[in-house]
């Protein structure tokens, strides 16, 4: 059972929402269940631990749009904020590292930036524009490459996105793009609907 998730976009990371100018991202108001079951995996090293890093994602292809991203991974604040990207936050894009890996059974999740402060273009800036049959690659750290394909593209108002379809559908190998889109509301700091890219291992 998942519990309450919202979405959340501001200017600056202020009382526990994620918020910055441009920044769209998918921000839980608490640690999903899906978190919790991940997060005992990632306290101490182990050799499954080592073996899992070796599969995570480092770069995320997007050939139909000119996507081409280096991944960082994101968890869960305090505040159950989902992370966005940090160490470059324009162009790089977030794995939600306390889901499944992409390419693993689940819905692995990344998300990442519409646009940048001024409104110049970011990473998923020509997210809008992919299509049902396009091809996303994720490129792990031995070098293998994940081949998913787009099978749907989905608009949702903050708070009615599907949040178990997002994240915890297990019924097969899922990866979902997330970013924002519509319409700025300035007295929100947040945009009026969110984009998901629903893709399946190919």
Known sequence: MMRVVKICCCLLAVIGTLVFEGL???SPSSPSVIAKQHA???VTTTPTTVAKAQINP???EIPAIGVNAIVEQVGVLSSGDLETPS?????????FASGPVPGEQGSAVIDGHL???????????Y?????IGDTVLVVNAQGVTKHFRVTNIAFYQPQAAPLQEIFGNDSGTYLNLITCAGDWIPSQHQTTLRQVVY???S
């Open 58 to 60: 480092v770069r995320l």
């Open 24 to 26: 769209h991202a998918y």
């Open 87 to 95: 160490a470059h936050p324009w162009v790089d894009v977030g794995w």
């Open 40 to 42: 005992s995996s990632s």
């Open 199 to 201: 893709t399946v291992l």
């Open 127 to 131: 997210l809008r524009n992919v299509h």
């Open 115 to 125: 646009d940048r402060p001024g409104g110049y273009p970011a990473v998923f800036w």
